[in-house]
Structures are given as structure tokens and as C-alpha cells.
């Protein structure tokens, strides 16, 4: 990089637009939109698309709701040429729909543009050319009286070539390519030139397209172009003002936002942001920001999965995995703090009030997105995540301090792993952690027998590998059980509850309980198709867990003072 980039690079001038208006104004209503997937989308392919692949995008475009598609470059290419002929041959074109053809503003290419559209109700054929000094000068070798000579020519030769068929409603639109880079004057002056030699009025519209070829200032500058424009176009009542942002500075979704409020009528863009060098502007994420702020875009997103899969096979490009509203980890948390309030936000949602889960700028389900991956669990993450998988997944509703005690427990295992924890693999850590009581366990409990008044109960234990009865009583199975295991076992809480339906119902019981000359309490857990039963094991368990800390607070202390 250079030292000082200002003896090699320039800011673009600001617009002396004192009065703009833009700046206090908000978008309410959704532009008409334009697709160019199939053109500059196309022409920015490693490969470009096949006429199949190709049907298969205007297809979907036309479901998602475009009313207005630029389909291709037929000058350029016969794979171009030979889709706008079948569209039109097979009447693929729905009623409300229009198509536009692109083309550079030479006679020859104008002419093989025209018999691509012939036979089409309606078409707009879109002319451009250069408007700015570099390309003027390097591109062009042309003064500014020349480029309104040029524009004035081609214009009037499209005119003289559609007005020769009149059973096609014909529009133009006109666009001063590098609007942003052109000296304002003469952009208007291009456009005026196009407006009259289309010869403009009523029944008669024309489409001026503002385009930041290449988007070289922030979007300010670009929405003060635009009102100034907007302010001065005539007769504006007969021009639908449309802009073609693109995104070199990846603004091209700001710089469309803040148009619109300039005074924009249409906008034209790409699906995910494809298009030239660093993409034409997002429509997609365009749509779906005007959604967020409670404007229906007029497309329908809300199978987004499966529009971004379409997307991908026909243009060979991958959607990113944070792209906005579309990447596959959008409605992804891992960080502890996130998953919490997202935790909370669902709870608390009433479905008939206004979205506020927190983290979620628009509802996962208005997108076709489930909330299966809403949540997932790394090292990064706290309880409340962890908690929302094991209950939306497993049915296991963890009382808060047991949330806490087990998040640590799945932090060791993250941290040592460096890997993601699926539901399914926080669901077999729990049961490890507090359903066992296998091989290791002090106590394993066989079966019981409960009394007939429920007050006292019998247990078939084995303790540290010796089988034995025990008998204890109680004001139920929980008092008796501790009761019988002889232990000075203090239970602090308890609950249970049902997981799954059906055959599968099973009951969990969860107790926390603290234990003499044993700091702190712990939990424990029992599951079981009976539910005393899943009580009796709840108590084994936590006993079998505070029994092992107190040998492990023995062998620490034993260790200490060696
Ligand atoms: C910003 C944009 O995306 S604009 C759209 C760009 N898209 C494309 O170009 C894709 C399709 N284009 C093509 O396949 C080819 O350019 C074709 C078939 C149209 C023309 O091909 P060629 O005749 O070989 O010309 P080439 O591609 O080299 O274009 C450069 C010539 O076009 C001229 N030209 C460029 N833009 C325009 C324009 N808008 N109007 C008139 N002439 C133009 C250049 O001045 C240059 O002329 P020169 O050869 O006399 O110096
Ligand atoms: C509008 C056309 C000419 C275009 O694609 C551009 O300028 O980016
Ligand atoms: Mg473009």
C-alpha cells in the first residue's frame, strides 16, 4: 500500500444539494423491482447459465413475485438470443409480467434486439452507454456534444424500429452507464436527450436508470444525486426513476435504502447480492430489511431455504453462511448470553403482538426457517441455550441452579472437545451425569417395593458391590427412600414431570439435596416409566453424586496436606 493513498486516489465532489429532503424521509412503500439476474447476474458467471438453467431462474423469479425481469443480452450471445425467442414462442411470459432486453447503443446490436422481442405484448429494451469523463475520454473519444449526438441517434433508431411494430407495447429504458462518476449536469443532459428522442408524454413512459456502475462514494452522496436528479428529470410524471446500485464498497444495499428516499421509484438488483465484481445490490436483503420495518416488499421470501438453493444450482455461487436473512447461521446462536434472552424471547412472545425476541430482527418462521438451529451449543455457550435444547429436544425442564451446575459440566466437555454439541449429545452428557447409576456408582438400586399406605418402602440395593434390603419410612417414597438408604441426606427440591407422549411418556424426577460435612447441594435425576420409581432414582442418584464429592473433598484435603 502506498503512504499516501490521496496522491493516487480522489473523493468524489459532494453534491451542492443544501435543501435535500431525503434525510427526514422513511421508505413505505416497496419500489417496483426490477430482477437482472439473468443479465448482469449472468454476465458475472464463471460460466454463464444454459437457456435450462436459465428458464429454471426466471421461473422462479416470477413466483417470487418480479414483476419486471431484464432476461438477457441477446445481441451478445445466441444462448441469450435463443431464450428470449423461447419465452416468447412458448408464451412463458405471465400477463403481468414484462421482460426487458439489454443492449450497448450500437445500430446493429439494437436491431438483432428488436427481432429477439418481436411478437412480445410488451417489452422494454434497455439502451445504455458511458456517460462519465474517464470513459468519455479513454473508452469512448468522445467530448460531451458527441455522447448527446450518440445518445439522441440511437435512441431515435430504436424508435424508428419499435414504432415499425405496433403490436408489442414498447418502453424504453435509458440508462447513463457510471451515472454516479458523470458530472450531474451531464447526466441530465444524457437523460433529457433520451426523453426526447423517445418522444415521451402520456401513454408514453420512459425508465431512467441511475446506476453505480461502479460505487465509488457513500450512500449519501449517491441519494443527494438522486434527489437532485428526481428534482429535475421532466416530465417527471412520464419517467419511472429506477437506480442499479452495486456493491464495491458494500454499501450498494445502503445506497439503494437511502435512494428510495431521494425519490426512486424502482430498483434493480440481483438475488443474494450476484453481479458484477462485488455483486449488484441485494434484493433479497433489500425486500426483507422493508419487511423488518413492517412494509410488505411485494416478494415472497417466505420459503427462503429454498430460493437460495435455486439460486446456488443455477449460478454455481454459494449463498454465504452469515449472508443476511439467508446464511445458513442467521438464526444461529452460540454465545451464552444471546441464547438466554433468545430463550426468554420465545416464552415470552405472545404470537398476536408484535416481535420482540431479542437478537431476532424478524421471525425465523416468516422465512420458511424452523428454530431448529436457532440454538447451538459450543464453548461459547451458557445455560440458557443448552437448557433450550434439552427441553425443545428431550423434554427435560432443568430447574435454574441445575441449569447452572450442568452448563458447567458441558463446558469442560466443549472446552476439551473444541467441537459443537447436538441436542442428542447433551441429552447422553445429562444421563451421565445424573441418570447413572451403573458399574461405578456406590449404590445401584435394583427395584422397591412401596407399602400399601405409600409411607414406608423397601429397596434392593447393592452398596459398594454388596446386595442388601433396606427398609425405610417416610411420609412417601422420597421421605422413605432417604430414610432407608440411612443417609444424612437433606433434600431441597423436587419436581417431576413428563417427557414424550404416548408409549414413550416416561417421568423424570429431578431433586436437589445436600448432604452432611458436604459443601453446597447438588442434583440428581431419575427417569422411568413409573413415576415412583423415577423418584427412587432421583434420590440414588444425587446420593451417589454427593457421596462422590465428599471422597473427593477427602482425597483433595488428603492431598493438600501431604
Ligand atoms: C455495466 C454493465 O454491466 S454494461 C453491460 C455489459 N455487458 C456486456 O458487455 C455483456 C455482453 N457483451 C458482449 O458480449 C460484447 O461486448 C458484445 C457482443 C455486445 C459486443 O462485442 P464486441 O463488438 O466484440 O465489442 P466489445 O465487447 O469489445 O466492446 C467494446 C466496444 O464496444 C463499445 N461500447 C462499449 N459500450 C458501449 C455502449 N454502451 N454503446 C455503444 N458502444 C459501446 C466500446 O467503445 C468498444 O468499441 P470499439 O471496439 O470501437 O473500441
Ligand atoms: C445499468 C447498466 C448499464 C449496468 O449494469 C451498470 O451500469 O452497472
Ligand atoms: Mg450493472
Redesign the pocket.
Known sequence: MIAKPATKYQPIAPVALTDRTWPSRSITQAPIWLSTDL??GN??LFEPMNGERKMRLFQELVRIGFKEIEVG?P???QT?FDFVRRLIDEDQVPADVTIMV?????PD?IERTVEAVRGAPRAIVH????TAPA?RRI???MNVTQVME?IDQ?VSHLKRLTDAEPGTEWTLQY?P??FSATELEVSLRACQTAIQAWGVGPGRRIIINL?T?VENATPNVFADQIEWMHRRLAPREHVVLSVHP?NDRGTGVAAAELAMMAGADRVEGCLFGN??RCGNVDIVTLALNMYTQGVHPGLDFSDITAVARVAEECTALPVHPRHPYAGDLVFTAFSGSHQDAIKKGFAAQDPNALWEVPYLPIDPADLGRTYDSVIRVNSQSGKGGIAFLLEREHGVVMPRRMQVEFSAVVQRQTDASEGEMTGDALWSLFQATYLATGPGAAIVCHGHKLADDGQGIELDVSIDGTRQTLQGQGNGPIAATVDALGLPLRVDHYEERATGTGANAQALAIVEAALEGVAGSTFGAGASHNIVTASVQAIVSVANRLAQRRGEGTRAATTAAA
Not at 439489454?102 to 450500437?106: A, G, K
Open positions: 443479465r448482469d454476465q458475472a443480452f445481441a451478445a450471445s441469450d439489454m443492449t450497448q447503443s450500437r446490436l439502451l445504455y452507454n458511458a470513459w473508452v469512448f473519444g450518440f440511437n440508462s452507464e457510471t446506476p456502475t452495486h453481479g458484477e
